[in-house]
């Protein structure tokens, strides 16, 4: 991450590029050779600087269809097309469908860069339904 952007490396190598260098932004990043400086940047990008919000681990998510929620019982939970996920081990990307003990397969996998990698697959039960506290916090209603 630098000045709000975020950069990913490529195949090791001291350069970062920007993360939306896919669609055509030039801004880079280069280390020198300890990669304990900057030798030289390029920040001109050419698009606003990705809204990204930080997971309980800190992992960083850019992709703007995720939000958080957090629940009555403190849980925080990664909500995407109505449906909830969470996060079981804190050193792995994956986050899993807060249904998964109903034998509900679906997870979603983070890219470094804090984009979704594997859009979730098919869940085998409706998107639970949510009520908001009046403290901000959600209580899911059971059916
Ligand atoms: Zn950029
Ligand atoms: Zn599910």
């Not at 390029?42 to 930080?54: G, Q, R, S, W």
């Not at 109505?82 to 979603?108: A, D, E, L, V």
């Amino acid at each position: 991450m630098f000045n709000q952007y975020t950069f990913s490396q490529n195949h090791n190598s001291p350069t970062y590029y920007c993360s939306k260098k896919l669609s055509g932004c030039q801004a880079i990043v280069k280390l020198t050779k300890e990669r304990d400086a900057i030798k030289e940047a390029i920040t001109i990008h050419n698009h606003e600087p990705p809204k990204y919000m930080k997971t309980a681990s800190d992992l960083l998510i850019t992709d703007p269809r995720v939000k958080f929620i957090e629940t009555v019982r403190g849980a925080r939970l990664m909500m995407l097309n109505g449906f909830t996920f969470s996060q079981k081990n804190h050193k792995k990307r994956w986050f899993y469908c807060s249904r998964k003990t109903n034998k509900c397969k679906s997870r979603i996998r983070l890219n470094d860069d804090g984009t979704i990698m594997c859009a979730p697959v098919g869940h085998n039960h409706p998107p639970p339904v949510f009520k908001e506290m009046s403290d901000g916090r959600f209580y899911k209603v059971k059916k």
